[in-house]
């Protein structure tokens, strides 16, 4: 079983139901164990389009699924819970991306692990600090702690 993180996000309709309807759906598989899920954060929207603010929150969980296979029920959970996609960074009924999964590094069109953002979005450290403090990212070869002390130092220098 492989360790994986998790982000969530929504910021369209009822966005506490939609994110506890995905990781009731990633609980339900029997291919994933449901280790931890950390406290939803309210967040500003990223990128520059204008929508309502975001819940968020980090899963960690346990798959024998490979990554593309972990991939396509992110994706399959996401459309179940009427996701759609018109504009990149835009409102979105779930969100559901892969942070880490293991020590892996993969740089694909439609994958790339780890998250490539990841180090720079504090509602991402914020959650994923909460239940992985010391997992190494397999790049920065930084624990997520001090890559969220990272960012809120450049965030504070703002």
């Given at each position: ?43 500003e929207p990223y ?27 992110a994706m399959e ?76 130092r450049k965030e504070?220098?703002?």
């Amino acid at each position: 079983m492989a360790n994986v993180y998790l982000g969530l996000g929504s910021n369209i309709g009822d966005k506490k139901q939609y994110i506890t309807d995905a990781i009731e759906a990633l609980s339900d598989n029997p291919h994933i164990d449901l280790i931890q899920v950390a406290e939803l954060i309210e967040t500003e929207p990223y990128g520059h389009v204008e929508q309502d603010d975001f819940l968020n929150t980090c899963v960690h969980i346990e798959t024998d699924y490979t990554p593309y296979e972990m991939l396509d029920k992110a994706m399959e959970i996401e459309q179940s819970l009427d996701r759609e996609r018109y504009i990149k960074w835009g409102p979105r009924t779930i969100d559901i991306d892969i942070l880490l999964y293991e020590d892996l590094q993969i740089e694909q069109d439609n994958l790339t692990i780890p998250h490539e953002e990841l180090h720079l979005r504090s509602f991402v450290l914020e959650p994923l600090n909460s239940i992985a403090k010391d997992v190494v990212h397999p790049v920065f070869n930084q624990t997520i702690h001090e890559l969220y002390l990272d960012l809120k130092r450049k965030e504070m220098k703002e």
